[in-house]
C-alpha cells in the first residue's frame, strides 16, 4: 500500500481509489504480472481495481471473520455475489444437473430460469417445499435420482420464511459428493454460520444486514477451500463483479454495528409477530420464532436460541379477496408516512412490501405482507402498526 495516503497513526481504512497502481520499473511488473496469474485474493502487490483492490481486500477480512471464512469475496449485489458463486462451477457441456430449493429469492429464480437455463444451458432443477417445510426423505430419494453435482438453498425462505433443516440437508449432501451452496442473508451470521457445519460457499446479499442503511448495494461470496476461492478471484476479475474501494469502505463502516443492530431487530420482531398472532384483524402469521410456525422446530434446532430473524409475514384478514385487497391498500396508506413500502428489507428503519404485488401468482394472497423489522422503539413500533390496523 502507499503509505502516503494514511498517515502512519491513522487507525481508519483508507479508500484507495486507484484503477492502477504504480509499478516501479519492467521488471517488477514482469514479476507482478507473473505472480498474479496465482489468483491470489490479496496479492503483494496491486495492478488494478477490477483485479483486487487493497481497501477491498480489507473489508473482505472483516466479512471472513464475521462468516468464519477462509476467504471471502466483495461484489456490487447479492445477485453478482450468486453469479460468482454459481459460475465457478460451470464446465460447459459435462456441468451435471443443478438442485434448488424451490423457496428462495425471484431473483435468483429469474436468474436460473433466464440465464442457468436460457442462455447457458444448464440442467436445474428445483426441489419443491409441501405445506411450508421440506421433506428430508424426499429429498434423498431426489439426490439419488438426479445426482446433482450442486444443491443451493436458503437458510430463512424468502417471503414465506421456511427454514431449511440445514444440518441434515449438508450431511445427506456431503455424503453423495454434492457441492453445497447457501444464501444467508436473512439468517446472517449471527444466527448461523454455514461453512462451520460443512457447506461449501455461502453468499450474502451485503445490502440487506450487513450493510442495513438502505443506501448501499453489494454483495458478498464466501469459502473455506483454496481451489474455490482462486477460481472465483479468476472470474470476478474477467467478469468485472469488483465492488468499488468507496463503497467497500462504508460497508466497513456499517460491518461495526452490524451485530446491535441485527439484535434489536430480531428482538423487535419478535415481540411484534406474537402482537399479530394476536390481533383480530390479522388473519395468520408467518415467522419462525412462533411455536406454530411449520418449521419452528428447525429454526430452534438451526439458530440455537440465537434468534429468528426480523422479517414477518403476514397475512391481513379480510371476508374476501376483495376485502382483504381493500383492507392491505388502508394499512399501506396509513403506514407510508412511517413505514414505508420499499422493495429492500434489513435496513434500520421498518419498512414493507405487499407480497402479491411482487410475486403475483406465486403468492396471490391479496393481503399478504411482508414486514422487514427495524431498530425503532418497540412500544412506537407496535402503537404505529396498532394505529394502522386500527384504520378499517
Known amino acids: 500500500m502507499n503509505k502516503k495516503k494514511m498517515p502512519l497513526n491513522s487507525h481508519l481504512l483508507a479508500s484507495y481509489q486507484e484503477s492502477g497502481f504504480f509499478l516501479k520499473n519492467r521488471n517488477a511488473t514482469k514479476r507482478i504480472f507473473a505472480e498474479e ?25 472483516r466479512l471472513m471473520e464475521i462468516e468464519g471464512a477462509a476467504w471471502a469475496l466483495l461484489a456490487q449485489s447479492g445477485m453478482a455475489a450468486i453469479d460468482i458463486a454459481l459460475s465457478i462451477f460451470q464446465r460447459g457441456p459435462a456441468t451435471r444437473p443443478w438442485l434448488f430449493f424451490s423457496e428462495i429469492y425471484g431473483g435468483t429464480n429469474s436468474f436460473i430460469d433466464l440465464i442457468l437455463r436460457g442462455r447457458r444451458g444448464i440442467n436445474v ?42 444440518l441434515p440437508i449438508i450431511a445427506m449432501a456431503k455424503k453423495r459428493g454434492i457441492i453445497v451452496m447457501v444464501d444467508n442473508t436473512f439468517a446472517t451470521p ?44 479468476e472470474y470476478r476479475k474477467w467478469v468485472g463483479h469488483m465492488l468499488g474501494p468507496d463503497d467497500a469502505l462504508r460497508l466497513d463502516g456499517f460491518l461495526k454495528t452490524f451485530a446491535i443492530r441485527f439484535e434489536k431487530q430480531c428482538a423487535n420482531a419478535l415481540k411484534l409477530a406474537n402482537f399479530l398472532n394476536n390481533h383480530k384483524k390479522i388473519a395468520s402469521v408467518l415467522y419462525p420464532g412462533l411455536p406454530g410456525h411449520a418449521t419452528h422446530r428447525q429454526a430452534k434446532k438451526l439458530f440455537k436460541n440465537r434468534g429468528y430473524g426480523a422479517v414477518i409475514t403476514f397475512d391481513i384478514g379480510g371476508a374476501d379477496d376483495k376485502k382483504k385487497q381493500k383492507n392491505c391498500d388502508i394499512f399501506i396508506k396509513e403506514l407510508q408516512n412511517k413505514i414505508p413500502l420499499v422493495p429492500t428489507l434489513g435496513d434500520v428503519d421498518s419498512i414493507l412490501i405487499p407480497v402479491e404485488a411482487i410475486w403475483g401468482d ?20 407496535q402503537t404505529t402498526i396498532a394505529d394502522a390496523l386500527a384504520a378499517f
Open 37 to 61: 496469474k496465482k489468483h491470489r485474493r490479496c496479492p503483494d502487490a496491486y495492478i488494478y481495481s477490477r483485479y483486487r483492490n487493497p481497501t477491498v481486500a480489507a473489508v473482505e477480512e
Open 125 to 166: 432443477e428445483r426441489f419443491q417445499a409441501i405445506n411450508g417445510a421440506y421433506d428430508l426423505d424426499l429429498l434423498q430419494i431426489t439426490l439419488d435420482k438426479l445426482k446433482p453435482e450442486l444443491l443451493f438453498f436458503e437458510a430463512v425462505s424468502n417471503p414465506m420464511l421456511i427454514i431449511s433443516d440445514a
Open 190 to 233: 449471527l444466527l448461523w454460520r454455514p461453512l462451520e457445519d460443512g457447506a461449501d460457499i455461502v453468499i450474502h446479499s451485503a445490502t440487506k444486514y450487513l450493510a442495513g442503511h438502505g443506501n448501499l448495494t453489494a454483495g458478498v461470496v464466501a469459502g473455506k477451500r483454496p481451489d474455490f476461492a482462486r477460481a472465483a478471484v
Open 362 to 381: 406465486r403468492y396471490p394472497n391479496p393481503g399478504m405482507i411482508r414486514l422487514s423489522v427495524g431498530i425503532e422503539s418497540y412500544e412506537k413500533l
